[in-house]
């Protein structure tokens, strides 16, 4: 004990220390989750901005309020629901409108409330189960998740089901005049509801049906802004006295930071739950995050991608989700989401090149070279010349070699820029370009530079500088703008503005483009025999060391986009910093960041990018700074897959005689659409849920007419004319930006002829193939079970009836074997006996074989050492089993019961044939091969004269080896028997049909 009270709190101490250090010195907010808020429309027009309230149905449409009209947004088009509904609606003026997790829209008004059915297409009515609250004027509507609730008239308490309403409490009303809060006063979590009114403040148990309330301290009801559930309370926000905790007791202030929460009586931020936390976003782009519960502390600070602006905004209302906030405000409509991957970013500027000296950071841009140490915010180095710093090259772990826009090369020692002795002959001057964009060494103390003007090598030790001349004495490279340089096995490779090169043995080779047009290439690497272009126009370009193009990646293969600026390899991927995001390439397969996944810009800068081997972390330059991220968090999948399901809105029909219908029903969502005989124009409207989060891209394929995919196009529409009569499929293929996981669905449009017949024969055909496929997968299944069901049958039957047969047979023998019976009696009886016992070992076999429950490798396993226990050790055999099965898989029928004759014959042969001795017995299993060796190695015995017979057991072996496809060897020499059986399993479609089918038969 003494031992204890001495060491621990020295312990804790350690350990505390060791965290410390360890989270200043890794990077700030390297593993801090990122949200971003993006504009999903900015009012209903130019002209009318506020929305009151909004919200979404189950298919990621939204529903909202703007100027008294209730309208809906699919994605791409925004219209009333007067339009939507064709008919008079039972209301003039709207005032909230929410979407419950089962496609009603509930739709306040100052008439009262109104219920949309998205699914009957129409509005409820009292005998649809939820009567109650119709044409209530004080309702009071909140979704949490897959839960609605409703407040009626501020004292009723209910839960909204799928098709039925259920009261949980009645609320004990003030009669105090005290003014109504102005924002958000009912919240709850997945145990408690809270409600605040008229001095007020409900609260409800969702598990054990308690209510109770507490009065607000005087003034605090007065503008009361926000309520947010809490574990063991609810965190109140006031508009003028900030933020308090009601812990179920009493109310106390939160003193959440001195700055910039020192005046709360403005909307400089906003507040979010989010599951376990409460987030505070700032304008400045930070996010501070706090427990969920009474204890209110401090866990974490981050970055946010919000613009600065949305600040300024009012909301309205909000309504939460588990992955998405949707914020309705006075200008548009807004959400906010956690994005898919936290990139860390420093915010300063366009950068170019970038290196590290001991924990500092270098890098370039335009103007001053910047520093950043992690921790600490970049900031401009005064003490350095003002520069573009193009590239380094490290020489030393504190010095580098930088490429400058206009003095040409400096030298980067411990943080200090020191210009670079330059020594030129005279004629050489008129080629010269101060402009150095990239630069490699070549020997110990020579470097080759790349320009705006061609290829120059210089001299480190004499700072002798002149371009580099082919075997003619010629500036091959005159007139070039160099972008990248690499030696490969002794062979220069450069891209500049006009192509791919390749100088060898004083001669430049052109590999890319080779039809003698010109095309900038901004970055390229190789890697395992193939070089890998950053071109600008025709995206990835894989070509072998000959110049032979293997591959090709464009947009249309998921590149972000066909300009490449840079690229950078970790491991067996290649980062590509694009003109719009960051694309991924590995194993043939593209993924794609975008701004809405956490990037804070899109479009990457040339010769921006640098590997901190010692943080593993990956930088990559753009028009908005660097972004900084570990590649491992980045390449792993944080999200659950997205299920995107292309979605019909809307249909428009132009008929021969100049009329015009538009039809927004539910039975536009339904997948076969029947068009009029006059129809000329068809139009399809599709939906675009969260494309504002560029999760997806949509596709669109009209069969027999078009024979592939074709992008959607922005109005997201498909226009179709002069249809003949006839049968058409409309496939719409939506495609994940990140993983390109594909959702089809197809709508099959009848036209009908005319003159002729309905399509009820096709539809009447299609239902007959519908069923007969389900009887006839119904009828196999059945044979399928009844087969088993027989085989178990057949098992139980051999050994309850033959078996108990053989048994008294075996019994009755041994007791006149015993009995006192003629010499020559004895013989027969005991013929009898081992002929029984034998018949009764068969059955047993076959029972074993027959039942499918054995169809595993253990069930094989206990089989073949019972055999050897059976046979080889009372005949006085020594066996040595040595058996590795990887993974207890099963077998088919047919190949278990003939590795298991094999097995079973091979010792029979040793116990005819050898004297005892010791029996090897190996068996190996993996996922996909089986092999079995049965070993003898002493001399066999003679077979006595007089009892030979014709042995087929060697003939069955191969017969039987053969019938499961396996190979069979065996070896009968003078001092050893050796059999040898390996199986593989088919790849064979056929062959796998047909070894099931012997399987079954047998």
């Known amino acids: 004990m003494k031992f204890k009270k001495r060491f621990y709190p020295r312990f804790r101490l350690t350990i505390s220390v060791l965290c410390l250090l360890l989270l200043h010195c890794w990077p700030a907010g390297l593993y801090a989750q990122s949200y971003k808020c993006v504009e999903v429309l900015h009012g209903v027009d130019k002209f009318h901005a506020m929305i009151s309230s909004a919200s979404k149905d189950p298919l990621g449409i939204f529903w909202m309020v703007s100027g008294g009209k209730v309208y809906r947004y699919d994605g791409v088009r925004l219209l009333p629901l007067s339009k939507l509904y064709g008919k008079e609606l039972p209301f003039a003026e709207a005032i909230h409108a929410k979407a419950d997790p089962w496609g009603r829209i509930w739709i306040e008004t100052i008439a009262g409330m109104h219920i949309f059915d998205t699914h009957s297409w129409s509005f409820l009515t009292d005998v649809d189960g939820l009567g109650v609250f119709l044409n209530k004027r004080q309702i009071t509507v909140y979704r949490n998740a897959q839960r609605f609730f409703v407040i009626v008239d501020h004292t009723q308490l209910w839960e909204v089901m799928p098709k039925k309403a259920k009261k949980l409490a009645d609320f004990i009303p003030s009669n105090i005049n005290f003014s109504e809060p102005v924002n958000q006063l009912i919240s709850l979590d997945d145990q408690h509801i809270w409600y605040a009114h008229k001095g007020r403040l409900h609260h409800y148990e969702l598990n054990t049906g308690r209510y109770n309330f507490q009065n607000f301290p005087e003034g605090m009801h007065k503008r009361l802004d926000d309520l947010i ?78 613009g600065t602006e949305f600040f300024s905004r009012r909301v309205n209302s909000r309504q939460p989700g588990d992955k998405e906030w949707l914020l309705a405000t006075e200008k548009g409509l807004l959400s906010v989401f956690k994005t898919f991957k936290p990139f860390n970013h420093l915010d300063v500027g366009s950068v170019r090149g970038m290196q590290k000296q001991g924990d500092t950071y270098y890098f370039g841009g335009y103007g001053l070279l910047r520093t950043w140490k ?65 630069v490699i060494p070549t020997k110990e103390r020579e470097l080759l530079v790349g320009t705006y003007n061609g290829l120059w090598s210089y001299e480190r030790d004499n700072g002798e500088l002149k371009p580099l001349l082919n075997q003619q004495g010629e500036f091959f490279t005159k007139g070039m703008r160099m972008y990248q340089l690499a030696m490969h096995r002794g062979v220069l490779y450069y891209a500049c503005d006009r192509g791919f090169y390749r100088y060898t043995r004083g001669r430049s080779e052109k590999l890319f483009p080779q039809d003698h047009k010109d095309m900038q290439v901004y970055d390229f690497s190789i890697k395992d025999n193939s070089i890998y272009l950053a071109t600008k126009g025709s995206g990835l370009v894989i070509q072998d060391l000959k110049g032979q193009i293997q591959q090709l990646y464009t947009e249309e293969e998921g590149l972000g986009s066909n300009i490449i600026y840079q690229m950078k390899w970790y491991k067996d991927h290649l980062f590509l910093g694009t003109y719009k995001g960051l694309s991924v390439y590995s194993n043939h397969k593209m993924q794609h960041f975008f701004h809405t996944d956490g990037l804070p810009f899109e479009e990457f800068n040339h010769a921006a990018s640098y590997w901190d081997e010692t943080q593993q972390l990956l930088f990559m330059g753009g028009v908005n700074g660097y972004v900084y991220f570990d590649p491992n968090s980045l390449l792993e999948k944080t999200e659950a897959s997205q299920t995107v399901q292309p979605l019909l809105t809307g249909i428009h029909l132009g008929q021969k005689a100049n009329t015009h219908s538009d039809g927004y029903g539910q039975y536009q969502l339904k997948d076969t659409i029947s068009l009029p005989s006059d129809v000329a124009v068809l139009t399809m409207d599709f939906a675009k849920p969260n494309q504002y989060r560029q999760l997806y891209q949509l596709y669109f394929k009209v069969s027999p007419l078009m024979e592939e995919f074709q992008e959607m196009p922005e109005l997201s529409q498909i226009n179709l004319t002069g249809l003949p009569a006839g049968e058409y499929t409309v496939e719409v293929k939506a495609m994940l930006t990140h993983s390109k996981e594909e959702f089809t669905r197809q709508w099959v449009i009848y036209k009908k002829p005319e003159f002729i017949e309905t399509p009820m024969f096709y ?121 590795r099965i990887k993974s207890p898989g099963t077998l088919s029928t047919l190949v278990r019961q003939n590795l298991y004759l094999i097995y079973k014959e091979a010792l029979h042969n040793i116990c005819k044939h050898a004297a005892p001795s010791t029996v090897y017995i190996r068996f190996r299993s993996t996922d996909s091969a089986i092999c079995l060796v049965v070993k003898n190695e002493v001399p066999q015995q003679q077979e006595q004269e007089g009892i030979k017979r014709r042995s087929y057991g060697l003939k069955n072996m191969q017969l039987r080896a053969k019938q499961i496809g396996a190979t069979f060897q065996y070896s009968n020499q003078a001092s050893v028997f050796e059999v040898e059986v390996r199986w593989v399993a088919a790849k064979s479609f056929w062959r796998r049909l047909q070894l099931g089918k012997l399987s079954m038969d047998s």
């Open 229 to 306: 559930a809490i574990k063991g309370g609810v965190l109140i926000r006031n508009y003028k006295l900030g933020y308090y905790i009601y812990n179920g007791s009493t109310f106390k202030p939160v003193k959440i930071s001195e700055k910039p929460f020192d005046h709360v009586v403005n909307w400089s931020h906003w507040v979010l739950p989010d599951q376990d936390k409460v987030l505070f976003f700032l304008p400045n782009g930070k996010y501070r995050a706090f427990s969920r519960d009474t204890d209110f502390h401090f866990l974490s600070q981050g970055n946010h991608l919000f």
């Open 374 to 438: 992690p921790g600490e915010e970049p900031k401009e180095d005064l003490s350095n010349r003002s520069d573009n710093y193009y590239d380094f090259l490290s020489i030393h772990p504190d010095t580098s070699i930088v490429a400058l826009e206009s003095d040409f090369l400096a030298y980067l020692i411990k943080g200090k820029i020191k210009s670079a002795p330059i020594h030129m002959q005279a004629r050489y001057k008129s080629w010269y370009s101060g402009l150095a964009f990239c």
């Open 763 to 883: 539809l009447l055909l299609l239902c007959f193939i519908g069923t007969t496929v389900l009887l006839v997968l119904f009828e196999n299944g059945r044979r399928v079970k009844n087969d088993r069901a027989l085989r178990r049958k057949i098992s139980a039957d051999l050994h309850d009836e033959v078996g108990g047969l053989l048994t008294g047979i075996s019994m009755q023998s041994d007791l006149v074997r015993h009995s006192s019976l003629a010499p020559r009696q004895e013989h027969a009886v005991e013929t009898i006996a081992s002929y029984s016992r034998e018949a009764i070992q068969v059955m047993d076999d076959i029972i074993w074989t027959v039942d499918p429950g054995n169809s595993n490798l253990t069930s094989l396993e206990h089989r073949m050492r019972y055999l050897a226990s059976q046979l080889l050790i009372p005949a006085g055999f020594q066996v040595q089993f040595d058996i």
